[in-house]
């Protein structure tokens, strides 16, 4: 048998894929940045979260949590802030899911926050 790793946690990531119609990459990570990550780090079982550009005018996000439903719970969190914040944007959530991390490596400069 394998010894422990010391991480037998379950997480637990949930993937979100966007499109937006207007404004610029810079302004839409900003606001990402200011308004929705510090408060999706205050939720229950958080680990982390990224925004991620994909291309001109789409955008991928993954947030970690230690369970599968606060993972599906920042989706739904994300869903809402999405409409009421970043309406000016044309917004479109193009795609969602949610599974456990099954391998995973993280530098120590993941736990430094970067910042738009």
Do not use: C, K
């Amino acid at each position: 048998t394998n010894p422990p790793t010391g991480r037998e946690v379950p997480m637990f990531a949930s993937i979100r894929t966007y499109r937006f119609s207007s404004g610029s990459m810079d302004e839409l990570m900003h606001r990402v940045d200011r308004d929705f990550a510090d408060a999706l780090g205050q939720e229950p079982g958080f680990v982390g979260y990224q925004a991620i550009a994909t291309g001109d005018r789409t955008v991928m996000s993954v947030s970690v949590f230690s369970t599968r439903d606060n993972a599906e719970r920042s989706t739904e969190i994300a869903a809402q802030w999405v409409a009421e914040e970043l309406a000016e944007f044309g917004v479109e959530r193009m795609g969602a899911m949610t599974g456990q991390v099954m391998v995973g490596r993280a530098a120590a400069e993941i736990l430094e926050p970067a910042h738009h």
